[in-house]
Every structure is written in structure tokens, then in C-alpha cells.
């Protein structure tokens, strides 16, 4: 009885004196060696499962044909898509972008943030004068009939400001006349392009008497005669494009 007695006074807690619990010492005595202590592995898992992993995204951005030729700083929004345990946040942000010179329509621009990039697409609204056609620029100019018989001087739009640009007299519909520089800059800023001028002669539609005069004279001294086949097959060649539209 006083061994039974003896053995009732021991309880789970009292191994607290030999620096285990219960459990612990059971685990020793049984060949387990002493019990590895696994509160803080448990509480590792649980941040790492909750850490937030995130995502971003970002719409078009807008830019002016300027814009696109010369570059620009430009403020893009952007939306960062947190997902973690227990759902996702999404928020909005802005970044100021450098656009490179050159850059066209369509063209995706990668951004780096803090080490993690989005992409932007780029969006080059249309010019009321130029066309773009790689790094060239073209245009079309019109010439009344004196300018392309006689020639003379023109002012011809760039994207740096008008420049002046001599023709020569018989400037014929049609004929190209190159800038040279005055293009677009690759957007590896490798090299620059021409500007193109694709000139119109513009026949009049109404005449005063004293220029219907002036053409009668003209024409009577013109030696008219049927094109041969010559001049109709250069012709051909030089207009090769429409016929292919």
C-alpha cells in the first residue's frame, strides 16, 4: 500500500524538476532520445505561407507623335495584385517612365519597379501631316503649276520647325525629294532616318482671263504629240506602286 500510496503522488507535472514533461521522458526512456522541439518550425510555416506574393500590371499608354519621335517622361498607372493567404488586394499606383525616342504603336515597353518589372503597351496616336514608315518620316506637298514649272523655294514642315528646301524648275507629280536627318532616331538610338517629300503638282480649276491668256500662249508654243511607247513604259515603272494598291 505505501508503494501504491508512493506511486499516486507522482503526477505528469511533477518531471517539470528534471527539465522535461511527461511526454518527454517517455520519449527518452523509450530509445527516442530527447524530443525536438518543433513550436517555432510550425510558426515558420505559417509566415511563409501567408507571405504576400504580388503582381503588376499596367494598360496603355497614350502618346502624341512628338512624343513617341523625341521620347518624353511620361506618368503611367499601373494596378499591384497581392495574393496571400486568405485572398488577394489589389491596389493602384503611378510611375514617373522615361519613353525611349523612336518608340512606335504596338511596341511593349518593360518597366522596372523595385526589381520587379511590368510592361506597358504603347499606344502613338496619328500625325495630321506625317506618316511613319520605320525611321522615315514622309509627307505630301503640294505645288501649284508656276512652282513646278518654274521652281523656286519652299517652307517645308519638320518635326524640328520649318526648314527651307530649293526645287528645281520641271518638278514633276510625284517626284521625292529627301531631308536628310530630319527622320526618325531608331529606338536603340542606333540611327536617325530621312524625311520624304512626296510632291503634287495642284492643276488649277479656275483661271482668270489674264492667266487663260497666258496658258494659251504657253500652249501655242508647246510641241505636243502623242507619247510613244516609251515614254508610256517609263511611266509605267514610275507609277508602279498605284497599279499594286
Given amino acids: 500500500n505505501a508503494h501504491h500510496k508512493a506511486h499516486a503522488r507522482w503526477r505528469g507535472d511533477d518531471f517539470a524538476a528534471f527539465g522535461m514533461g511527461f511526454e518527454d521522458f517517455m520519449h527518452q526512456t523509450t530509445g527516442g532520445g530527447p524530443r525536438q522541439d518543433t513550436s517555432n518550425e510550425d510558426d515558420n510555416f505559417e509566415s511563409e505561407t501567408s507571405k504576400a506574393t504580388e503582381t503588376k500590371s499596367a494598360g496603355d499608354v497614350k502618346l502624341t507623335f512628338v512624343e513617341a519621335a523625341k521620347g518624353c517622361q511620361k506618368e503611367v498607372e499601373y ?45 502613338v496616336e496619328e500625325h495630321e501631316v506625317f506618316l511613319r514608315q520605320g525611321t522615315e518620316i514622309h509627307m505630301v506637298f503640294p505645288l501649284s503649276w508656276s512652282q513646278a514649272v518654274l521652281g523656286g523655294t519652299l517652307e517645308i514642315p519638320t518635326l524640328d520647325g520649318a526648314v527651307s528646301l530649293a526645287i528645281p524648275p520641271g518638278t514633276q507629280h510625284g517626284d521625292v525629294h529627301r531631308i536628310k536627318g530630319k527622320g526618325l532616331r531608331d529606338v536603340n538610338g542606333i540611327a536617325e532616318g530621312d524625311q520624304v517629300i512626296h510632291f503634287v503638282v495642284e492643276v488649277p480649276m479656275e483661271l482668270t482671263e489674264q492667266q487663260r491668256r497666258a496658258v494659251a500662249l504657253f500652249a501655242e508654243d508647246e510641241m505636243l504629240s502623242a507619247p510613244g511607247p516609251s515614254v508610256l513604259s517609263a511611266l509605267k515603272e514610275k507609277w508602279r506602286s498605284l497599279f499594286l494598291m
Fill in 79 to 123: 494596378t499591384i495584385t497581392r495574393f496571400k493567404k486568405g485572398g488577394k488586394q489589389t491596389l493602384a499606383s503611378r510611375k514617373q517612365v522615361q519613353i525611349p525616342a523612336g518608340i512606335k504603336s504596338g511596341e511593349i515597353l518593360r518597366v522596372d519597379d523595385e526589381g520587379d518589372p511590368f510592361f506597358v503597351h504603347v499606344d
